[in-house]
Each structure stands twice: as structure tokens, then as C-alpha cells.
């Protein structure tokens, strides 16, 4: 019950601190804070008023101890909120964590012998299988618009729209890579998919996601299975919601009709980071393919404000059984 309230509270503070902000005339990081704080208080949300203030005005004075905590407060809002409602962000509460930019080493599933032995016996001796990868940080970003007027009608009622608009950008800045079945680039990292060999349908939905979990590796992890909300919810009322402790996961970015089944612990995940930044002075490419060249729209000029969300995230893949997909309708 705490941890709903939390994030209750921080999805509406969320979309307040969007809209508040949005408001602000000032160029900085404090200054927008401090006019944000003022309008605050002018519409009575004193809590979060007294916040800003104090995100505001303490933010210079580092040599007293938790001067950032105000502003980390909102920071927390933006990952718990955004970011908590992502397929990345559980699996990476569900998965191995490591520190992002360092090489990950893995030993090969079934590289040792056991055995049991007698008093005085010979035990078997292994040379491992090791592999090495490096989890490496890849950039994605969006810019979202909204005008000025709008803003500043909308008070406390758009926050929840604000905060919608953030968790949406969320999932589509991280999902749509980690569900897909891309190549890596230059650019960002393979999605989970690339590689899987899907399962073809068999006699029935539940058949077909049942072959997909005994192709998975030997593991101490509860299989994760992600797919679209229609697909999920004809999947789970055919075989229950504890089957083998499986935790099911919606999403929209999941490809119609397939289920992907992952073992977390094949997975491993630096922590992922997301901010959000607004301007109102910029001139941008008001384009989904922003083009070298482009035509500029000033958003002073248009009375337009700029939210720019952008996020860190970086994922290896050690086991490449970790992730299955299965065909939960006959081609």
C-alpha cells in the first residue's frame, strides 16, 4: 500500500513538475524552479510549492549535507513513474545489475561436471568456459511540444496527461528497441529478439509458450513473458497466473501475437537513466525524421514549449537460450 501511494503521489508531482516548469521564463535550471515554485504557491499546491523552493535555493549550497535531495526528489518521480512502467525497467529489477562501461564476464550454462563420490574418491575437475562482453551505454532521446497557452490553462488537471505523456515517451524511447528483433549498431544495442528462433505455433497457445519455457537455461529466475495486453490476457485466462511462478508483463511495443519468454538471469543491465529537459528559446525540426538541413521552428516565435526526455540504457544478453519467442496463433 506504501509503495502505491508512493507512486501515486510521484505520478502526479511528475506531470506538476512538467507543467510548472513549463510555465517558467527563466533559462536556468534554479530559475525555473523559483518561478515554477512561485506559480505553485499562486495555485495553492503548497507540498509541492515548498519543494521546488527548496530544489531552488539549495541547489548552490553544496557543503550542506542532502543539498540535492529536493532535486533529486523529482528525478526519483521521473524513473519510479516513466521508467516503472517499462519492460526495461522490470527486467532490470528482476535481473543481474553491473556498473555501466565495464566488461562482463559469463560462464558457459553446464561447463562443469558434478558428481557425487565416495570417502577418499576423485572429484571431477572442470575448466570453465568463459566469455566476455563489455555492457556499454547507448543514447536515445525524443523532444514532445506543447503550447504555451496550454500550459498555462491546464493548472492541475493536465498533470496527469503530462505524466501520461512522460511514461508513453518512456516506452517508446526503451521498449521498442529492447522487443525488437534489430541487429546492434553503432547506435544502439540488439534487441532481444535478434537471433531467436521463433516457435511455431502448436496445438494451442499454451502448448507453443510451454515449448518456448523448456528451451529456456536451467535457471533460479521466475520466466518473465511480455506481450500485448489482448494476447496476454487470451494467454493467462487459458493457464492461470501462477504457472510456474511466471511473471507476465504487458506492453504495447510487444509484436502482435507473439510471446516473448525470457529467463532474467541471462540478462544483465546497467542502470538505466532518463531526464527531462524544457526550453522555450530553441528552434528545432518539428519532424518524427528530423533531416540534416531540415526546416527550423522557432518555439519562442510559434509560443510553443519544448520537453526533451532522453535516457541512458545499456543490456547484454549472456545466454543466447535466455530469450525465446513462441507464435501464439497459427501463421
Not at 506504501?2 to 506531470?15: A, F, S, Y
Not at 550542506?64 to 516513466?82: C, I, N, R, S
Not at 505524466?163 to 546492434?184: G, N
Not at 542502470?271 to 518524427?288: C, F, G, K, V, Y
Amino acid at each position: 500500500m506504501e509503495t502505491t501511494m508512493r507512486r501515486v503521489e510521484n505520478r502526479k508531482n511528475l506531470g506538476a513538475f512538467i507543467r510548472l516548469t513549463g510555465r517558467s521564463r527563466s533559462s536556468t535550471v534554479e530559475g525555473s524552479l523559483h518561478d515554477a515554485a512561485e506559480v505553485a504557491k499562486a495555485t495553492k499546491q503548497i507540498d509541492l510549492a515548498d519543494r521546488l523552493t527548496r530544489a531552488s535555493t539549495q541547489v548552490a549550497t553544496t557543503g550542506q549535507p542532502g543539498w540535492a535531495a529536493e532535486l533529486d526528489y523529482f528525478g526519483v518521480a521521473l524513473k519510479e513513474t516513466a521508467l516503472g512502467q517499462t519492460v526495461l525497467g522490470r527486467l532490470e529489477d528482476l535481473s543481474f545489475v553491473a556498473p555501466a562501461n565495464t566488461r562482463i564476464v559469463e560462464i558457459s550454462p553446464g561447463s562443469f561436471v558434478v558428481a557425487w563420490v565416495s570417502e577418499g574418491g576423485i572429484k571431477p575437475a572442470t575448466a570453465g568456459s568463459l566469455s566476455e562482453n563489455k555492457l556499454v551505454y547507448s543514447k536515445v532521446g525524443t523532444i514532445f511540444v506543447l503550447t504555451d497557452d496550454l500550459i498555462r490553462v491546464s493548472l492541475a488537471g493536465g498533470d496527469e496527461a503530462l505524466s501520461r505523456a512522460a511514461v508513453t515517451a518512456a516506452q517508446a524511447l526503451f521498449d521498442s528497441k529492447l522487443l525488437s528483433a534489430d541487429a546492434a549498431t553503432d547506435a544502439a544495442p540488439a534487441g532481444l529478439r535478434y537471433g531467436v528462433t521463433e516457435s511455431a505455433f502448436d496445438t494451442s497457445p499454451v502448448e507453443t509458450v510451454a515449448a518456448a519455457l523448456e528451451k529456456l537455461p536451467p535457471s533460479p529466475f521466475a520466466p518473465v513473458i511480455v506481450a500485448r495486453a489482448a494476447d496476454l490476457l487470451r494467454l493467462s485466462s487459458s493457464i492461470g497466473t501462477n504457472v510456474s511462478s511466471a511473471v507476465f508483463v504487458a506492453s504495447p511495443n510487444a509484436p502482435a501475437g507473439k510471446a516473448i519468454v525470457i529467463d532474467p538471469g541471462s540478462l544483465t543491465f546497467a542502470p538505466t537513466e532518463i531526464s527531462l529537459a524544457r526550453s522555450l528559446n530553441a528552434s528545432i525540426q518539428l519532424n518524427d525524421a528530423p533531416t540534416a538541413g531540415g526546416t527550423l521552428v522557432s518555439l519562442w516565435q510559434q509560443n510553443l514549449v519544448g520537453f526533451r526526455v532522453e535516457g541512458r540504457a545499456a543490456w547484454l544478453k549472456m545466454n543466447t537460450a535466455g530469450v525465446q519467442v513462441a507464435a501464439l496463433k497459427a501463421a
